[in-house]
């Protein structure tokens, strides 16, 4: 099979992607796949003209806007080329937060309350109790995501360093642990807690080697375990998710269990680096690396 992997990208996730491409790579080369590696920049004419003549399928190891959002699977759907991961719809709704929770809440899923603010009132005064947690309205990993607590003083300082547009979303902060549950089409495969060695789950606990512990699987009550597991398959669904995606939950047990399930986000195109969940919870359940990508052609090449 002729496969382009398109990697690397222009967002805020670039060095992300270019990890995920790498491993993508050196996976489907071993399984004797006829590989085109596509380093994606911000020259959309020289994106075409790589993906000529067309390739069977397209495997989209990018990662946030403009590769994660919906855009280049636009560009791919214009085309008609079969590609991994999610399409345009699911792509765009997944990576728009309030969008997306507006998706969940109708589902019946549970999401934590906040609203989108303008980021210049973020100086003024606190939109939410706090503590509270300010987000881009379309970035992932965490970028940009920080958490005001009580004698926190850096309003100020997070809107003069804002470089993510001109609204952001504050959310109630949860607080527990953090949870994650990969789904491959329909199946989710298991639950994950995720220990940040200090801090919360930023960029670097998710990416740098040794940032955080990964437990799997995770201890948690069963009743809790299970809707975890529920709670992610109908979140794939009803964004209208396709191959594989994964969801991102706070988990609070402290007046007791089973506690209280909150999900946070799906990512469309979740991290196939190294230090990422995805592969780790596939491993998990006895599938390889190699076998995990060749799955997301299959689901690809299914489309047509």
Not at 64 to 92: I, K, N, W
Not at 125 to 146: A, C, H, I, M
Request: with cysteine.
């Amino acid at each position: 099979m002729r496969v382009a992997v398109l990697y690397g990208g222009i967002s805020a996730e670039r060095e992300v992607s270019l990890s995920s491409g790498a491993q993508v790579l050196a996976a489907l080369r071993a399984l004797g796949h006829k590989v085109t590696p596509i380093e994606v920049g911000a020259d959309l004419g020289a994106l075409l003209a790589a993906l000529d003549p067309l390739p069977d399928v397209v495997f989209n190891a990018l990662h946030g806007r403009f590769g994660e959002d919906g855009t280049v699977q636009g560009v791919l759907d214009y085309l008609g080329v079969p590609y991994t991961h999610s399409g345009l719809r699911a792509s765009a709704l997944a990576m728009d937060k309030p969008a997306a929770k507006a998706v969940f809440a109708a589902a019946g899923l549970p999401v934590a309350s906040g609203r989108v603010i303008a980021i210049g009132d973020l100086a003024g005064n606190d939109p939410l109790p706090r503590p509270y947690v300010v987000k881009p309205l379309n970035e992932g990993s965490s970028v940009g995501v920080t958490i005001l607590r009580e004698g926190d003083n850096r309003r100020d300082s997070i809107v003069e360093s804002w470089r993510f547009g001109p609204n952001a979303i504050v959310e109630e902060y949860v607080p527990g642990r953090e949870l994650t549950v990969g789904v491959m089409g329909d199946r989710p495969l298991a639950v994950t807690e995720i220990a940040p060695r200090q801090g919360f789950y930023d960029y670097d606990a998710k990416y740098a080697p040794g940032g955080s512990q990964h437990v799997i699987p995770a201890d948690l009550h069963p009743q809790a375990y299970a809707r975890a597991l529920e709670m992610a398959l109908a979140a794939h669904r009803a964004l209208g998710c396709r191959g594989a995606t994964r969801a991102d939950f706070r988990y609070d047990d402290a007046a007791g269990e089973p506690g209280r399930l909150v999900l946070l986000e799906v990512n469309t195109q979740p991290g196939l680096t190294p230090t990422s969940l995805l592969p780790e919870q596939a491993a998990h359940v006895g599938i390889s690396f190699a076998h995990l990508c060749d799955w997301m052609l299959e689901q690809a090449t299914c489309r047509g």
